[in-house]
């Protein structure tokens, strides 16, 4: 069985590339122990990847480790534990938000959580311990008002070292491990208050102190549990991203870069990887970059990729993906399964629990996602495949993105017909603005502006931002700005759109509530409609209620079954 597999996945070894000689290593079963795995000092026999990043293969004959350029797509069993890997692979991301490891406490179950799954050879992501983000961000913008000498009696600075070497004593680790990095926290405040300017640049710089603390004691922690395990910073290993500061995409040299390292270091000496989420480094400047809120989700789904992973793990602190915020209403309950469609169309219009670029690598590797909770494991969380069966499926979910700017601009026929749509797309491109939602008429087009892409430039510019755009528009047309609106988007099947508008408009009337815009067609599992900020988590709440909790999903249900009702084009059923 190996050796077939070994076969399949090299084609043409002699196309490979020695990377590194090793020597041959007994291979350890599938049961073997965790321990035993990654105390191991030689590499197992063989190794195969999957997806965009380097395959790797050890030839038992030649003795050394092959890597090759992806050829053709290898399709390796997925039944079972660890089905197509090998046992000189690692087999899983496990990636725990701040929320999961923001004591020593968690930091203790997280490290038996991982324990508990002896089968796997994980790669674990890291996001910073609790609020460390937005307090380094606090501090950052108290330092520039602040003056250097009071930079160490800022609060935001105590409460960060007390969490951080608190969490060390408590867990009998030796402080050693980050004092280097506080003291440069605290110079680097030093230099933002001397300069009085806090820079995008530098916000990055500032921010990615908070994961380089949570890996660096995670990872002594595992080691004093007798585990080994190895700290990465991403910036370190081929995490290469775009300079836009704050919100910077990965380039696609990252994925062969960190498979290199990661793998190779795997195969010479067996230690868990433990990998700061969020950060990267910049092309063109070299400079720390962040890839955006939340962006440790995408570290870990760029990482399953990149290694041809069995699965990515987001472990967070619900029950996986909810019907809706479980802020906005508390009876939101997981979903089961998603495909990376939905998942990626909630997460961009606004769902909280997964960043809005995760998806892109999961889907391109077609690495399933599991979405679990750290506080509750047993909950069986939201799987996130390719594909599902949607015939049942009416809606999933529902998300709402607040404080969103919405623009009506009208032809003043300045410009043919056909120019006009291109000339106003031309201009929010010139101005590197992105568009959420379009609605257009023979003559106008209303369109709703991407708060994310507006808030990675500099907050205090935004005004000046969007009258430059109104400015330039003002040129073909006439354009009215609608600010405080929001969107909300019911995440399900398209196909299934008469069921759920008929559905959604009964409330929002019940509600009087008056839809500013809807934007149908474009997704096959989004229908997004856009209301006015103030009335829109109530919107939220009362079509919750409608579709999740009032029995009218599985009534739908049992009328889809119905042949009769299948052919009816979506309109008749029972309310
Ligand atoms: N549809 C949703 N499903 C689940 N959680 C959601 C949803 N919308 C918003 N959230 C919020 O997202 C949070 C989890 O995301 P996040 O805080 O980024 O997790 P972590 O920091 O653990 O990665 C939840 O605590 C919840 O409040
Ligand atoms: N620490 C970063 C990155 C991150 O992904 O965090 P979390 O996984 O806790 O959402 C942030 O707060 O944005």
């Not at 007994?26 to 395959?55: D, K, M, S, Y």
């Not at 440069?184 to 820079?199: D, F, S």
């Amino acid at each position: 069985m190996a050796a077939a597999a070994a076969l399949r996945c090299n084609p043409r070894p002699s196309a490979a590339v020695a990377l590194r000689g090793a020597a041959a290593a007994p291979q350890v079963g599938n049961e073997a122990a965790f321990e035993l795995l990654v105390g191991a000092t030689e590499p197992c026999l063989r190794g195969r990847r999957r997806g965009a990043g380097i395959r790797c293969q050890r030839s038992a004959a030649a003795s050394a480790v092959v890597v090759e350029k992806k050829g053709r797509a290898v399709e390796p069993a997925r039944e079972g534990a660890n089905a197509g890997h090998t046992e000189s692979e690692l087999t899983v991301v496990m990636k725990f938000g701040g929320s999961s490891v923001a004591s020593a406490e968690r930091m203790r179950e997280v490290a038996d959580l991982i324990l508990s799954f002896p089968e796997e050879r994980p790669v674990i992501v890291l996001s910073a311990m609790g609020k460390t983000t937005n307090k380094l961000l606090m501090a950052g913008e108290k330092a520039v008002g602040c003056g250097a000498t009071n930079v160490s009696e800022l609060d935001e600075l105590t409460f960060i070292k007390e969490l951080h070497f608190g969490t060390i004593d408590q867990l009998g680790l030796d402080r050693s491990i980050v004092s280097g990095l506080s003291d440069e926290l605290e110079q680097l405040l030093k230099g933002i208050a001397m300069m009085k300017e806090l820079t995008l640049r530098t916000r990055d710089y500032l921010v990615s102190f908070g994961e380089c603390m949570s890996t660096r004691i995670f990872a002594a922690l595992l080691n004093k549990l007798g585990v080994k395990a190895r700290q990465y910073d991403a910036f370190e290993i081929g995490f290469i991203t775009t300079d836009d500061f704050t919100n910077a995409d990965i380039l696609e040299a990252t994925y062969p870069a960190i498979a290199k390292r990661l793998h190779g270091d795997w195969v010479t000496g067996p230690a868990i990887p433990i990998v700061t989420g969020f950060l990267g480094k910049g092309w063109k400047t070299g400079a720390i970059t962040t890839l955006g809120r939340g962006g440790s989700d995408l570290t870990a789904t760029t990482i399953g990729k990149a290694l041809g992973l069995r699965e990515i793990q987001v472990w967070k602190d619900v029950d996986g993906v909810l019907t809706c915020d479980p802020n906005i209403h508390p009876n939101a309950k997981p979903v089961p399964y998603l495909t990376f469609d939905e998942a990626a169309e909630l997460a961009y219009f606004g769902a909280q629990v997964l960043h809005p670029q995760s998806m892109r690598p999961a889907r391109e590797g077609d690495i399933p996602v599991r979405v679990k909770n750290s506080y509750n494991r047993r909950a069986p969380g939201t799987l996130i495949t390719k594909a599902r069966d949607m015939s049942k499926t009416v809606l999933t979910s529902i998300v709402l993105k607040s404080n969103i700017t919405m623009l009506d601009i009208v032809s003043t026929r300045m410009l043919g017909q056909y120019g006009f749509l291109a000339k106003v797309f031309s201009i929010f491109e010139d101005l590197g603005i992105s568009v959420d939602c379009v609605a257009t008429s023979e003559v106008s087009i209303s369109l709703t502006l991407d708060p994310s892409k507006l808030w990675s430039r500099e907050l205090i510019k935004q005004a000046n931002e969007l009258d430059h755009v109104i400015e330039e528009l003002e040129k073909i047309a006439v354009v009215h700005l609608l600010q405080h609106r929001s969107i909300i988007s019911l995440i399900g099947n398209v196909q299934r759109s008469s069921l759920i508008l008929e559905k959604a408009f009964n409330v929002l009337r019940t509600n009087g509530v008056n839809v500013q815009m809807i934007s149908q067609g474009a997704s096959k599992v989004n229908i997004s409609l856009v209301v006015h900020d103030s009335e829109a988590k109530q919107c939220v709440q009362a079509l919750h209620s409608a579709f999740f909790e009032s029995g009218f999903l599985p009534e739908v249900n049992d009328i889809l079954q119905d042949d009769s009702v299948a052919h009816s084009n979506g309109t008749v059923y029972r309310h």
